[in-house]
């Protein structure tokens, strides 16, 4: 299936990453243990190859290859959890989680099957989709989250405004904010479990009118909140500092005064092997020696926004 697979570690950060690389598609995905991978193993993994959504603060934002098939999502954790010398139906707390790269709900043909093939193979792992919510049919997703008990849903919100979230992710065909929350309230309704809404908290949203705009849009009674750490796209910029971490916790303690179940969610690895979401490093090479296979996305050649990533919560 993959003709190459790299792996790239970091022992310090208790983090590997691993490359899948073929002549036609190129798919990351991380494995990330904490503190070891008996008491919890947590694995991002890729749906695109490239992604057509375009997002200025990811890697993969300039272009996209192509879909993976089901098989080819499968592989990733399945490898990955082939190299750790555990039987992953004891691991404390297992999660698989769709958003290494790639919109998973722009691929629900080769998703839906994935999702069942994991569960069959994996029934006690948390099998979780990040999404910036492009403008589907959610029947198929609420069908698929109650068929399946363990899958869960976080949408990628990032900004309080759609003015700002339409710059930060230009892909037209996406829900406005309060479409979102409808979208949301409607699968806790429908599955019964709460969705996650993930906000990377920048110099430029944190306040607590943008607080206050968070509380206002998503219901604390039906939405967690994830809160992330900044992510630099780029190799060799610093991913994170102590002004980007102090800017996540305290915009984490904002929502949680205003009654939110927050999780801040600071990615390991990202300063040394791009280990954050939407980093790619490894990706972006591949696009630059392969011009012909990497077709130019929405994103492409607008300015690149050193800001959110669009990682479930790890912590």
């Known amino acids: 299936m993959w ?4 792996r790239i570690d970091d022992e310090a950060e208790r983090v590997a990453k691993f ?40 890697g993969a934002g300039d272009s996209f290859v192509r879909s993976l098939s089901a098989d080819e999502i499968v592989s990733q954790p399945a490898y990955l959890l082939d190299q750790v010398d555990i039987d992953p139906a004891t691991m404390g707390r297992l999660q698989i989680m769709f958003m290494s790269m790639g919109e998973p709900l722009l691929n629900m043909k080769a998703l839906v099957p994935a999702l069942r093939d994991l569960y069959r193979r994996y029934p006690n792992a948390a ?43 230009p892909f037209k065909a ?18 019964g479990r709460k969705p996650f809404c993930n906000y990377c908290a920048h110099d430029g949203n944190s306040t607590d009118e ?19 750490v900044v992510c630099e796209r780029s190799d060799g910029l610093p991913a994170t500092n102590d002004h980007q971490r102090k800017l996540a916790t305290d ?30 490093w490894f990706v972006q090479d591949w696009m630059r020696q392969h011009p012909e296979m990497a077709r130019p996305s929405i994103g492409h050649g607008r300015p690149e926004v050193h800001a959110p990533t669009k990682a479930m919560h790890h912590v």
């Not at 996406?174 to 599955?191: D, F, N, P, Q, S």
């Not at 303690?253 to 092997?273: C, H, M, S, W, Y």
Request: charged fraction near 20%.
């Open 3 to 6: 003709t190459d697979i790299k």
């Open 19 to 58: 490359v899948f690389s073929r002549p036609d598609a190129v798919a990351e995905a991380v494995l990330y243990r904490y503190p070891d991978y008996q008491t919890r193993t947590v694995i991002c993994c890729s749906t695109q190859s490239g992604c057509p959504v375009g997002c200025r603060f990811c």
């Open 127 to 169: 099998l979780l989709i990040s999404t910036s919510a492009p403008r589907i049919d959610y029947d198929e997703v609420i069908a698929i989250s109650q068929e399946i008990p363990t899958i869960g849903l976080q949408f990628s919100v990032h900004e309080t405004t759609d003015e700002a979230r339409n710059a930060l992710i």
């Open 174 to 191: 996406k829900l406005a904010l309060t479409e979102i929350a409808w979208a949301g309230e409607r699968w806790h309704k429908e599955v």
């Open 210 to 228: 943008d607080a206050d705009r968070i509380y206002g849009l998503f219901n604390p009674a039906v939405f967690c909140a994830t809160v992330s």
């Open 251 to 280: 915009f984490g303690e904002k929502l949680v005064a205003r009654g939110f179940d927050v999780r801040v969610f600071d990615p390991a690895g990202q300063d040394t092997i791009g280990g954050g979401c939407g980093q790619l």
